[in-house]
C-alpha cells in the first residue's frame, strides 16, 4: 500500500508541475529568424548599429520648430523722440576740487602680549603679522610710538601722522 500511496502522489505532482508550467509559458513558439548576412564582419556590424545611433541622436536634437523673427531685437534700444528744450540750459555748479585724503593704513589691533612690564602690541596689516614694543618699526613705514591698554599709537614715517589703532575698529 506504500507503494501506490508513492505512485497516486507522484502522478498527481507531475499532473500539477504540467499545469504550472503551461500556464506561465506561452503557447506559440516561433522560431527565431536566422539571419545570414554574406561577408559582414562583428566590426561592420558595430559600425552600422553606430551609424543608426548616431542617425537617431541627430534627428532627436534638430528642432522641430524653427524659431521665427523676433519682433524686436532685444539687444537694441529704441530711440526716444527728444523733447523740444522749454527752459534754459541749467550749467553745472563749479565745485572746488574734493581734498584727497589718503586712506587709513591697512592696520588693524589684534591684541596685546604682556611680560613684566613690557606690552608688546600684535598688529596685522600688509599681509603680515607684527608683534611691536614702543620703538618698533611695522613694514618700514610706520613706528610704534605708544603702546597702552587703551591702543597703540602708530606713526608713518613719510609725514608724521599718527594713527590711533584700538581693539575692535
Not at 42 to 66: C, F, S, Y
Not at 74 to 82: D, I, K, N, T
Not at 96 to 119: M, Q, Y
Request: charged share 20%; glycine share 10%.
Amino acid at each position: 500500500m506504500n507503494i501506490k500511496r508513492i505512485a497516486t502522489l507522484s502522478a498527481a505532482g507531475a499532473v500539477l508541475a504540467a499545469m504550472i508550467a503551461g500556464a506561465t509559458t506561452s503557447g506559440v513558439r516561433r522560431p527565431a529568424p536566422i539571419v545570414t548576412t554574406p561577408n559582414t564582419t562583428g566590426i561592420e556590424l558595430q559600425g552600422a548599429e553606430l551609424a543608426a545611433e548616431v542617425a537617431r541622436l541627430r534627428a532627436r536634437l534638430r528642432p522641430a520648430d524653427q524659431p521665427q523673427e523676433p519682433a524686436r531685437n532685444l539687444f537694441q534700444f529704441g530711440e526716444r523722440a527728444s523733447r523740444a528744450a522749454t527752459s534754459a540750459p541749467v550749467l553745472p555748479a563749479l565745485e572746488p576740487p574734493a581734498i584727497a585724503t589718503p586712506p587709513p593704513p591697512p592696520l588693524v589691533l589684534i591684541g596685546f602680549a604682556s611680560e613684566g612690564a613690557t606690552r608688546t602690541a600684535i598688529i596685522s596689516g600688509f599681509g603680515d603679522l607684527f608683534l611691536a614694543t614702543e620703538g618698533d618699526r611695522i613694514a618700514g613705514q610706520y613706528r610704534v610710538s605708544r603702546v597702552d591698554g587703551d591702543g597703540v599709537d602708530v606713526t608713518s614715517l613719510s609725514d608724521g601722522s599718527t594713527l590711533t589703532l584700538r581693539l575692535g575698529q
